[in-house]
């Protein structure tokens, strides 16, 4: 596609339930990321994709926290037993040897 | 590993006045640098970047930004606001000449430009 596009755009879950959030990056890109934006912080790193090497997972903040990314290309961010504090905005962005393309987040609500 | 810090959190301008966002990392290498923007409702996009040559970079809008290697530093500038550039900006490094690196983001100043 012609951006990063994730999806939902909206989720709204209750706490405790699973949620996966999807992104699916420029086409080539080779490196993808995930980012939280909470309300009134900034961009919080959660996990990085090169190629084919092991994903950079330093910024997860806790094991409910996953991700992969099949085949090179989508990725999936799954949040388990989801909590209030979860609530965000959460970015997927995409480059290849340039600067990173952003999609327009997925809202996560957790009531 | 490499930081990135951004002191001013929240800026309030009236329109004409010049801005000055400060931009400071942690690495001492090879960098690239990059200011991103996220207007209200938008998502973030690529204001300006600096891969290497001429440190005073020209980017949209009106913005620049100059690297001082010296001073590890990336500030962004406008001399003439407008209501329009009310945004969030964010600065971002990622360490290393290829593109295989990691991108790391400073926490961002929030911009509200007053009429």
């Known amino acids: 596609g012609a951006g990063v596009s994730q999806s939902p755009s909206n989720k709204v879950t209750e706490k405790g339930k699973d949620v996966e959030l999807r992104c699916d990056p420029i086409?080539?890109?080779?490196?993808l990321y995930w980012y939280r934006q909470s309300l009134g912080q900034g961009l919080e790193f959660l996990i990085y994709f090169q190629g084919n090497s092991a994903p950079d997972k330093s910024g997860l903040p806790s094991d409910r926290f996953s991700a992969e990314r099949t085949g090179g290309s989508v990725s999936t961010l799954t949040i388990q037993r989801t909590q209030q504090e979860d609530s965000a905005v959460y970015l997927c962005?995409?480059?290849?040897?340039?600067?990173?393309?952003f999609g327009q987040g997925t809202r996560l609500t957790v009531v | 590993a490499q930081s990135v810090s951004q002191h001013n959190h929240h800026v309030i301008l009236s329109e004409a006045a010049s801005l000055e966002l400060g931009c400071n990392y942690s690495?001492?290498?090879?960098?690239?640098l990059f200011w991103y923007v996220q207007y209200p409702g938008q998502h973030l996009q690529l204001l300006l970047k600096?891969?290497?040559?001429?440190?005073l970079v020209k980017g949209i809008k009106g913005f620049e930004a100059e690297f001082i290697k010296s001073k590890f530093s990336f500030n962004l500038r406008k001399p003439s606001v407008q209501w329009s550039d009310t945004a969030e900006y964010l600065c971002a490094v990622r360490v290393g000449a290829g593109g295989g690196n990691k991108l790391t983001f400073g926490t961002g100043t929030q911009l509200k430009v007053e009429l």
């Open positions: 962005a995409s480059h290849q040897n340039t600067e990173a393309f």
């Open positions: 690495y001492g290498g090879t960098v690239n």
């Open positions: 600096y891969f290497s040559g001429d440190p």
């Open positions: 086409s080539g890109h080779t490196a």
